[in-house]
């Protein structure tokens, strides 16, 4: 996969030709899923564009620690309003060949199959590609943060508690 290709993905899928489901898929590499991962969509005024921070793809033991965070600062982004960005984002990584994408608690796990090596530039693209294209945004940032196993990283720790505190706020909506 080439993040060059996603465009032609997402125009497929908008224009109503979704590639089937994969059948059988079996993990060979995960990232995320784990206690310290977290997944966040929230208002937030944190620059445009995607970063990837983090991947170690020499970490093939345990999965590493993933952090996705959509950072919204269009007009009238509310916290309500950001949570089916959420599952815009997971639907938009399930979009890539290889690629299967699930939440765990307040976290994202991404499997990829034999076939295919994990890219979290294809995964930040595709995030951001489809959030504006399906979803009309326009200010917004894409982090893909990873962090060594076993909840060493201090970033990701604070950004899952904001995934907590956000999602809490949600449900009492």
Not at 138 to 154: D, M
Request: proline share 6%.
């Amino acid at each position: 996969m080439a993040t060059q290709d996603i465009p032609a993905i997402i125009a497929a899928v908008l224009a109503g030709n979704a590639p089937a489901a994969p059948q059988g898929f079996v993990a060979a590499k995960t990232c995320g899923g784990t206690a310290s991962s977290s997944f966040l969509a929230h208002p937030a005024d944190k620059g445009t564009g995607t970063k990837v921070l983090g991947y170690d793809p020499d970490i093939v033991d345990e999965p590493q620690d993933l952090g996705i965070e959509i950072a919204v600062a269009d007009d009238g982004a509310t916290v309500a309003g950001t949570g089916a960005l959420e599952d815009a984002a997971l639907a938009a990584i399930n979009l890539l060949p290889g690629y299967h994408a699930e939440r765990h608690a307040e976290g994202v796990q991404i499997a990829t199959d034999a076939a295919t090596t994990f890219d979290p530039d294809d995964v930040a693209a595709v995030i951001e590609q489809w959030l504006a294209r399906k979803h009309d945004l326009h200010t917004f940032a894409v982090r893909v943060i990873f962090g060594p196993p076993g909840g060493r990283s201090v970033v990701l720790r604070d950004l899952r508690g904001q995934a907590y505190a956000v999602h809490k706020e949600r449900s009492s909506e």
